[in-house]
Nanobody, 124 residues
Framework: VQLQASGGGSVEAGDSLRLSCVTS????????MAWFRQAPGKELEFVAG????????LYADSVKGRFTVSRDNAKNTVSLQMKSLKPDDTAVYYC??????????????????WGQGTLVTVSS
């Protein structure tokens, strides 16, 4: 299984950006998917996750109302639409596949496959 994240870049505060993650394999719809991020000098942080059918969501408080996670099971893709970006959103963003279960977990160790990360830089 391989996860390929893309869409990162350098933007200004208040701008929007959309991240995408394409997953290989034929069982994409059987797994919860999520986005995590790691800012310079900080620990890995859960951002948002989406359940199997795309109708169950979990968001970190810091991104609620600004970020939207979605998935397209026909295209094996999970996306993260980010709006009203802030300098504090600067980080490497990783997509990840949850090991098992239908709910959405914010705990990193229950995710077994990870993308390579895509850098988002937000300047003030």
């Amino acid at each position: 299984v391989q996860l390929q994240a893309s869409g990162g870049g350098s933007v200004e505060a208040g701008d929007s950006l959309r991240l995408s993650c394409v997953t290989s394999g034929r069982t994409f719809s059987s797994y919860t998917m999520a986005w995590f991020r790691q800012a310079p000098g900080k620990e890995l942080e859960f951002v948002a996750g989406v359940g199997l059918s795309g109708d169950t969501f979990l968001y970190a408080d810091s991104v609620k109302g600004r970020f939207t996670v979605s998935r397209d099971n026909a295209k094996n893709t999970v996306s993260l639409q980010m709006k009203s970006l802030k300098p504090d959103d600067t980080a490497v963003y990783y997509c990840a596949r949850q090991k098992q279960g239908t709910g959405v977990s914010h705990v990193a160790h229950v995710y077994d496959y990870w993308g390579q990360g895509t850098l988002v830089t937000v300047s003030s």
